[in-house]
């Protein structure tokens, strides 16, 4: 039983180039969360999906910053014109269907994406 | 609203000797917490939980935390620390939006460092 995988584990990108990353939730999750970590900090919520919907997208940069979490296929979290200051690691997390307050997410290994 | 603040950024012990990672939360309501821990250029790997039975909570690689409503804090211990203990470490809450959903909310992480 695979784990939440993301892809892929490093990604270098110019100024200006378009970065995507890619998360399989695990078998039986159906709800998606993207988070930023920047370097020295804590995780910070970007935005969660279920399939086909974005239900809170309130840690999301206002521009350039997109996720779906289509019907078929990984979720993607999609940057367009990359700047330095989107150096960072993304984490993907998945949860099962139905949701409770104790129940714990499931992280992937992250993407450590680098804007030279 | 939920919030949760890790008293100290960085933390050092000596191998074998006891470590505390301190964790106080605000929540309008019972809450649920968790402990993350996250090794160098690593995901994230949950520790521990607590859901509301018991108050002590017991997690893997020896680790274990008290829940103490009193006080509003879930700190984690060790009785005696390892080197592999070496890595950052994340308080969680679990928030409730206003559509129902549950999210985490990350406190700031403390970093664990091992003297031999």
């Known amino acids: 039983n695979a784990g939440v995988m993301q892809n892929p584990r490093h990604l270098v990108r110019r100024r200006g180039q378009e970065a995507r990353l890619r998360c399989s939730p695990m078998k039986g999750h159906s709800h998606v969360y993207w988070y930023r970590q920047l370097p020295e900090e804590g995780l910070k919520f970007m935005v969660y999906?279920?399939?086909?919907?974005?239900?809170?997208e309130s840690g999301m940069p206002k521009e350039r910053f997109s996720a779906e979490f289509p019907k078929e296929g990984p979720s993607i979290l999609r940057i367009q014109q990359v700047v330095r200051g989107d150096s960072a690691a993304y984490f993907c997390a998945s949860s099962p269907p139905v949701q409770r307050a104790n129940y714990g997410y499931t992280f992937g290994s992250g993407t450590r994406l680098t804007v030279v | 609203a939920q919030s949760v603040t890790q008293l100290d950024s960085h933390v050092s012990v000596s191998e074998g000797t006891p470590v505390l990672l301190r964790c106080n939360y605000s929540?309008?309501?019972?809450?649920?917490l968790f402990w993350y821990v996250q090794h160098p250029n690593k995901g994230l790997q949950l520790l521990l939980k607590?859901?509301?039975?018991?108050?002590l909570v017991k997690g893997i690689n020896g680790f274990e935390a008290e829940f103490k409503k009193s006080e509003t804090s879930f700190h984690l211990t060790k009785p005696s620390a390892h080197m592999s203990d070496a890595a950052e470490y994340f308080c969680v809450v679990s928030g409730l939006r206003t559509s129902g959903t549950y999210k985490y909310i990350f406190g700031t992480g403390t970093r664990l460092k091992v003297l031999a």
């Open positions: 929540s309008s309501y019972s809450p649920s």
């Open positions: 999906l279920q399939k086909e919907n974005i239900i809170d």
């Open positions: 607590y859901t509301s039975a018991a108050t």
